[in-house]
């Protein structure tokens, strides 16, 4: 009968220190509302054929940056291509003919990720365009050694709603699993192995 009561114990911790299924979970699609600049952030304005006028621009404490021949252009609480589309209205309101503007978002510093649990370096850490997850904890110095690769949670918060997502980083990194996408604002937790 001990042997039994052993067994049924055994089978039944195996059990559930096991990996959490995998959430189905977004895909790298675009985020509008991720993206409306703040003071701090960079950003890279291109003009097609006018290399003196395209480069990095940071907000400035005013919402705003200085651009050749047109001046002030606000970007506080504007998203790349409403920025976009000022400059390229206002350059091709007497100074180019049908500009090509392009604006890249380099750093969203107004806009942080936090990493937290069973890494190395638990930190926050600007957003920038395009950030995975495995990006994300390579940045905080990777998994310690009692990491839970494949149980690591995200939190999100979407019109005040959260939503969380158990992400298989470990199959990430061997390719069997799709990547995880970060958003502006994300929590990322590595919990801890409980053997």
Known sequence: MRILNFIVLVVLFTMGCGDPPASEYPTQEAHT??????PGDTFEVRIYRQEDMSGAYEVSGEGTISFPLIGIVEAKGKTPSQVEREIHDRLADGYLKNPNVSVLVKELKSKSVSVLGEVSKPVTLVFADGMTIVDVIARAGGFTAMARKNAVTVT????????RYTVPVADIGNGKADNFFIRPGDVINIPRRVW
Not at 33 to 38: H, K, L, M, N, Y
């Open 33 to 38: 509302g991720d993206a409306t600049f703040a």
């Open 156 to 163: 999100r918060t979407t019109d005040q709603k959260k939503t």
